[in-house]
């Protein structure tokens, strides 16, 4: 065992929740629980990013399109549009950019509707994201009431980092767009935490609801990239888990940045 992987050992037995774990650290992989199933929380918006782009790379979808506000629909929980006036006029990448930065959930939902739930299904099996479904919208309380909710794995959470962070899948041109738009995240208290980011670049999406902490990141330094996937549920202390998920963060980027 290397040092990295026994302090990395050390982190995880000390939190009190369950963990899913999945690391590729400039080719090393690893992992704990990887295919474990997770509620997804906000993770889930990851594959509505990559179904968006897959459709305006096939001409589906316009990023530039406009959307007046009142045509979305105000839900509650995370999110900033609840709060604009409803003469607001965005784009479909407007949306996109709320979504993952500050997790807006009409934004999604609207997302949801304009790519379409199959079309997002597609993608999700296109990917092999096994472990992922999307089964009700943001904040969809009866849905929740009746036993539907969106799972993931931290393997499959890796594998969308990839399809963005990697060459195969996506334009060089989407790629960026998407990495911009994850570098731009507003809430960086848990993997990106210790990280200086005029250093490394680092892009991340986090998901939270009672009990739970994930989060997501590429971390990236000169020619080396790291790839990382926490999810923790079963906890009484929320706080435990993002010191968990910044320690783990913490970790990574020392690892990077001194191979």
């Given amino acids: 065992m290397t040092g990295f992987e026994q302090r990395l050992e050390e982190v995880m037995e000390r939190c ?17 629980d990887s295919r474990v199933i997770f509620s997804s929380a906000s993770l889930i918006k990851l594959p509505i990013l990559l179904t968006a782009f897959h459709q305006k790379e096939h001409g589906i979808l316009t990023l530039e399109e406009k959307v007046k506000l009142c045509d979305i629909e105000k839900t509650g929980g995370a999110g900033v549009l609840q709060s604009f006036s409803d003469d607001a006029v965005l784009t479909i990448l407007d949306l996109l950019t709320l979504m ?54 931290a393997d499959d959470i890796l594998k969308c980092l990839k399809v963005i962070g990697g060459e195969g899948y996506f334009s060089a041109a989407s790629r960026k767009q998407m990495a911009d738009i994850l570098q731009k995240q507003q809430f960086t208290d848990k993997l990106p935490y210790h990280m200086d980011k005029e250093k490394v670049y680092a892009g991340n999406k986090t998901g939270e609801l009672p009990g739970i902490e994930h989060d997501c990141a590429i971390i990236r330094f000169g020619d080396r990239t790291a790839y990382a996937s926490v999810l923790i549920d079963q906890l009484q202390n929320k706080e435990a888990g993002r010191r968990t998920i910044s320690e783990i963060g913490k970790l990574i980027y020392e690892e990077l940045t001194d191979m």
Avoid: Q
Wanted: with cysteine.
């Fill in 16 to 32: 009190p929740g369950r963990i899913g774990l999945s690391i590729d650290l400039n080719g090393r992989i690893f992992e704990r």
């Fill in 100 to 153: 993952i930065v500050v997790s807006d959930n009409a934004a999604t939902n609207y997302m949801i509707h304009k790519a379409g739930r199959p079309a997002i299904s597609a993608c999700i099996k296109e990917l092999n994201l096994t472990g992922t479904e999307l089964n009700r919208n943001m904040m969809d309380l009866e849905a929740i009431k009746n036993g539907l909710n969106n799972w993931t794995a």
